[in-house]
C-alpha cells in the first residue's frame, strides 16, 4: 500500500475518495520525507509538523513517528493518527464501514488504504516497545478487515504470537497459511484467526517434500519453534525443523551461529525465502530461538544441521562447512558462497554476469517501492519489472524500466 505507487500514485491518496489534502501539507510531506530518508530527521521534523496542519495528512503522522525520540511518543501519534483515520472512514464510507458486508474487501477499496498504512505503523512500533500482544490484536483486525493481506502482515503476526507466548495460537495460524499456500490460493477464514487447537500429528513425507519448496520461511518457522514450545522434541516439531532447512537455511545457520540480531528490519526489495526475508524474521523473533531449550534443539538436529552446511560455489572445490554459517558469501547479490577469497576471485569471471544482473535487479526493485523511475545500465540485461495494482473494479499496470 505505498502511496507512492499503485492506484493513488494515479489517482490520488485514497482513490481520490480521501479528503483532499492541501497543497502546502503535500509540498512539506515529501520535503519531509525526502530528508528523514537522507537521515537528517531534524531537519525533516519541522516540515512534517507543518504536514500534519492538515488533519487528513495521516501519511504525515505515519512519517512523524519514525523520527520520535522514543517508542512511547512514536504510538501516541499513530493511536491519534487512527481514531483520526478512522472517523474520516465512517464520514466518506457510512458509518457501518467496519462491521457491514465490505469487511474483508478493504483491499479493494481504496480509500481505506491511508488507515490501513497507520494500523501497519502502530504494528512496527508495538513490537519495537514490546507490546507484543497490542501488536497482535492490530494485525488481527488488519486481517479481520482484509484476509486477502496484501500488506503481508501476516508474516509479523506468526513470530509475535510466539513472542507473546500465544504457541498454540501461533501453531495454528501457521498452519492455516501453509495449508492454504498448496490449496486454492484463497485465505484462511479470518485470515487464519479463528484461533482453534492445532494438529499435532507429523504430516505424510509427500506432503513435507512439497511444503519444503513452495512455503514461507516465516511460517515454517514459526511452526517449527511452536511445536517445539507445545510438544517438545517430538515428530511433528522435528519435520518442521528440516523444513525449516530446506527452505531457507540462511536463519538456521544465523542462529546456530550466534549471529547479532538485526536491530532493524530490512527495507530491500527482496524474493520469496531469501536473505532479506531471512533478517526481517530474526529481527523478529530470534530472541526466542537463541532461548537454551531452543537453541540447543536446533543444534542437536543433526538432520538440520546437515542440510544447512554449505559447499564453496567455485566449480571443483568441493569443499564444505564444518559448521554453519561458515563461509563468507558474495556481499552484493548474497546468492553465492566460498570457503575462501581464492575462491572467490577464481569465480568471479564466470560469476560477474548473473551478479551484477541481480544487483541492477535490486535497485530497479527499490525504485519501484518508493515511486521513482530508474536507468538501467544496458550492458547489464535485466527483465523488465512491472507492478499491477487491483481496486474498486480497476487495474493500474506499470513497468520500471
Not at 517508542?71 to 458509518?95: M, N
Request: hydrophobic residues 35%.
Amino acid at each position: 500500500m505505498n502511496r507512492h505507487g499503485g492506484m493513488e500514485k494515479h489517482l490520488g491518496i485514497g482513490g481520490g475518495q480521501w479528503p483532499a489534502i492541501s497543497k502546502a501539507s503535500q509540498e512539506a510531506l515529501n520535503k519531509g520525507e525526502q530528508l528523514a530518508l537522507r537521515r537528517r530527521p531534524n531537519e525533516a521534523a519541522p516540515y512534517l509538523f507543518k504536514a500534519m496542519e492538515d488533519p487528513n495528512n495521516v501519511d504525515a503522522a505515519i512519517q512523524l513517528a519514525f523520527l520520535c525520540p522514543t517508542f512511547k511518543d512514536s504510538i501516541e501519534i499513530l493511536e491519534v493518527s487512527e481514531k483520526k483515520a478512522k472517523a474520516i472512514l465512517k464520514r466518506i464510507l457510512g458509518q457501518t464501514v467496519f462491521e457491514d458486508d465490505r469487511v474483508g474487501k478493504f483491499w479493494d477499496i481504496i480509500a481505506t488504504r491511508p488507515y490501513m498504512r497507520v494500523l501497519q505503523a502502530q504494528v512496527r512500533f508495538y513490537f519495537e516497545d514490546k507490546q507484543y500482544n497490542s501488536a497482535a490484536k492490530t494485525i488481527i483486525e488488519m486481517l479481520r478487515l482484509c484476509p486477502g493481506d496484501n500488506m503481508g502482515q501476516r508474516d509479523w503476526l506468526a513470530p509475535i504470537l510466539c513472542q507473546a507466548g500465544r504457541y498454540s495460537d501461533a501453531l495454528y495460524f501457521a498452519q492455516q497459511w501453509l495449508q492454504n499456500q498448496l490449496g486454492d490460493g484463497r485465505p484462511p477464514h479470518l485470515g487464519g484467526c479463528d484461533f482453534k487447537k492445532p494438529f499435532s500429528e507429523p504430516m505424510p513425507d509427500a506432503l513435507e517434500q512439497e511444503m519444503s519448496e513452495f512455503s514461507v520461511d516465516y511460517m515454517i518457522y514459526t511452526a517449527a519453534l511452536a511445536a517445539f514450545k507445545l510438544y517438545g522434541d517430538s515428530p511433528l516439531s522435528r519435520q518442521y525443523l528440516r523444513m525449516c532447512a530446506k527452505l531457507n537455511p540462511v536463519i538456521l545457520s544465523r542462529v546456530l551461529a550466534k549471529n547479532e540480531r538485526p536491530k532493524e528490519p530490512n527495507n530491500e526489495p527482496r524474493g520469496l525465502n531469501g536473505p532479506q526475508s531471512a533478517h526481517d524474521y530474526l529481527f523478529l523473533a530470534q530472541t526466542l530461538w537463541m532461548e537454551d531449550d531452543v537453541y540447543n534443539w536446533a543444534l542437536n538436529n543433526e538432520d538440520a544441521v546437515k542440510i544447512i552446511l554449505r559447499e564453496c560455489c567455485m566449480p571443483g572445490c568441493k569443499k564444505s562447512e564444518t559448521k554453519p554459517n561458515e563461509f563468507k558469501r558474495c556481499a552484493d547479490c548474497k546468492k553465492t558462497w566460498y570457503c575462501s577469497k581464492e575462491c572467490q576471485k577464481k569465480h568471479w569471471p564466470d560469476h560477474r554476469k548473473a551478479c551484477k544482473q541481480h544487483k541492477q535487479t535490486q535497485k530497479m526493485m527499490k525504485a519501484l517501492m518508493n515511486g521513482k523511475n530508474f536507468t538501467p545500465d544496458p550492458d547489464v540485461p535485466t527483465m523488465p519489472i512491472y507492478r499491477a495494482d487491483f481496486g474498486g473494479g480497476m487495474v493500474v499496470t506499470e513497468e520500471l524500466a
